[in-house]
């Protein structure tokens, strides 16, 4: 009879609650007096991972006989990204046609002496699950491939080809000619003009010089770019000694045996004669306004068109990327930190920093204003990019100068703290994905010939005091400003206005009067 009640009593409670009826649940009382900080009696010692002596984090170079540095990074996983990085990019270009590396982007992966065409190479790599890509910079250009581990014999080898070997074919560079010419006019005009403010206080803050070169071919180089003129740039700048052959999730040995095996006593197709035009120019910065006068009212067509805007951006000097200084730098960028007016985030998108507390909150009319910190290995260039109505582009100005000059003032202790954290987290979080871990290794190797790890980085960032911040921020404000300015320019304020500004106690710009508007 008893049984039959519990039965009863069962089923019921599953009628009632559902099958979460029956489950038990503890309510702590079985060992009342034991913290939580303790462990339970009778409950296994647990037994952790381990990793066998710091080797596992660490970055190995090796230095071949010809010059070529060869870096890895062991990384648990199926796949392995594999990459050449060049110390060759549009800073180089001083003594060439403008133009060479942005078309060394879009011929790279083409027919080679081994492959045919584009199609075999990515048949190739799609049997171990891989992709490829070229990027250039002002300063590098990487080829990298991501692919199944047990294909980089295959891999190593497509890109010793790609690098060395390219065919460079009329057809390919009649198709190339197209492609930047598309490029170009998509760059005039898209809605967002960050890619062409980016190039515009470039050429204003290093005027003619190294990374202010033109990062985009030129109209007028587009047709007088051929194999010859890619070849005699070639000789000289994709050379061993000037490469850097990365991998992360592969061991270093295998790595090291597939570079010597494809690497060494390969001759490239452009010859092996001694160099000669190689520019080792260091970066002078010059400071000055770039102006664009363009009609911004139909870039963005449609029932909901963005407003007409007058964009601007201000920069002035920081440092490289191998100076002390750089660190701190990077802090006060996260501190500036801004964005759109718009943001479907909170507090992790940065909207306690001071561009989105001290100016978007503040001023309604300003569509966007975004920090930017941008470093070389000879120089350094902390900008603000602003925008807003043409008819309120002196007090945009006046707003933005006003933030550079309080970089220099009083740093608070929780917005420092937020930022340092802020930066070690995106750091952490970046490094989590094995192609940002590649370009890492890659970059690094390539500027110093060592990596330093994260937690070295993360230490160098916790050390950073309110003093560092003011420091480099009045350091950087003895500087002439660059300035970029795109749109309707009839309120835009003469460029000795904006350098006075930056120069003064409060920001301020010099008061105008007119007698007719």
Known sequence: MAACMTRVRAWSRIRRFGLAGLRQYSSGSSNPTIPLTSPLPGVPKPIFATVDGQEKFETRVTTLENGLRVASQNKFGQFCTVGILINSGARHEAKYLSGISHFLEKLAFSSTAQFGSKDEILLTLEKHGGICDC????????????ADVKGLDTVVSLLADVVLQPRLSEEEIEMTRMAVRFELEDLNMRPDPEPLLTEMIHAAAYRNNTIGLPRYCTPENIDKIDRKVLHAYLQNYYTPNRMVLAGVGIEHDQLLQCAKKYLIGVDPVWGTRQTSDVDKSVAQYTGGIIKIEKDMSD??????????????????????????????FAV??????????FSAGGPGKGMFTRLYLNVLNRHHWMYNATSYHHSYEDTGLLCIHASADPRQVREMVEIITREFVLMAGVVGEVELERAKTQLKSMLMMNLESRPVIFEDVGRQVLATGTRKLPDELCNLISSVTSKDISRVATKMLRNKPAVAALGDLTELPDYEHI???LSSRDGRLPRTYRLFR
Request: aromatic residues 6%; glycine residues 10%.
């Open 332 to 341: 006060l960028n996260m501190m500036m930190g801004g964005g759109g007016s």
């Open 135 to 146: 990027q250039t910079s002002r300063d590098t250009t990487m080829y990298a491939v991501s």
């Open 499 to 501: 350098q006075m500004a």
């Open 299 to 328: 870039v963005s067509l449609g029932p909901t068109p963005i407003p007409e805007l007058t964009h601007l951006m201000i920069g002035l000097e920081s440092c490289s990327f191998l100076e002390e200084d750089f660190i701190p």
